[in-house]
């Protein structure tokens, strides 16, 4: 049996060739992950930035911002702005914030020429920078966004320890005549982590199968630490964050300050 799975999983993996991040699950992102509490999460966020002064009304650019779902309510309170890689995911986003600036581009390169009181990188899209030198530059490249006595808040992908190949993920849609399956199994390579995820997507124009590869880089907390303070911020980090991966709040001193 095992070795009928393996062969099976072979077969599966010639038929089936990765395609680029997002270009297809872009328009199963938001009932995929339906699960998390998005208002929640950015009244947390908001909490977290009024304890440290930050008031309503200050500009905030969400990096990697995906479709769009957090801005959907930071934007409630913030001058708020998004960007993000994926063509695909900023365009649903676009639908959905018609009023905000959104802006395509890499957060390891990205230069918009201005800067904001709160630069955001949420649900673990840090890890999209793969490497630690890419984190270094994706997080230097935030901090220099951040205007003086501003704040960089990064919630984390996960820590080597806490990532497990071979365990086996699946999501499931069950909507009338919208149903999918997505599937995969953790996989390790060096400091990343490979995912491979495959989807079954039955319309009532048929059932399709593609397959979507992400490779996320695994950092310690002392590496996260140290790229915060390479960049010149101070940095607070919390264990629990959003959604239990823990949270990293980088200050910026202000102009005239040295911390």
């Not at 992950?33 to 002064?53: M, N, P, Q």
């Not at 230069?111 to 630069?119: A, E, N, P, Q």
Request: overall charge negative; charged content about 20%; aromatic content about 10%.
């Amino acid at each position: 049996m095992l070795s009928l799975l393996r062969s099976a999983r072979r077969a599966l993996k010639q038929m089936t060739h990765p395609e680029p991040d997002y270009g297809r699950s872009a328009r199963l992102y938001d009932a995929i992950y339906a699960f998390k509490d998005y208002a929640h999460e950015a009244d947390t966020l908001r909490w977290l930035l009024d304890a440290r002064g930050v008031r309503d009304g200050a500009t905030l650019l969400d990096v990697a911002c995906g479709t769009g779902a957090h801005l959907a309510y930071l934007k409630m309170h913030f001058q708020a702005e998004g960007l993000d890689a994926s063509p695909d995911m900023l365009e649903i986003a676009h639908q959905r914030h018609r009023d905000i600036p959104l802006h395509q581009a890499d957060m390891l390169t990205f230069d918009l020429g201005k800067t904001f009181d709160v630069v955001v990188c949420l649900f673990s899209a840090i890890g999209h920078a793969r490497t630690e030198a890419g984190l270094r530059q994706a997080v230097a490249n935030m901090a220099r966004h951040v205007a003086p006595g501003g704040w960089l808040v990064i919630e984390p992908f996960f820590t080597p320890d806490a990532w497990f190949p071979g365990s086996v993920h699946s999501r499931y849609i069950d909507q009338r005549n919208f149903h999918v399956c997505r599937m995969n199994v953790s996989d390790l390579q060096g400091s990343l982590a490979i995912m491979e995820m495959h989807y079954l997507v039955g319309t009532p124009d048929g059932v399709e199968n593609f397959v979507e590869r992400f490779e996320l880089g695994l950092w310690t907390r002392e590496q996260m630490i140290a790229a915060f303070v390479d960049a010149g911020l101070t940095v607070e980090a919390f264990d629990d964050g959003l959604m239990g991966r823990g949270l990293y709040v980088g200050h910026k001193p202000a102009l005239g300050h040295d911390g």
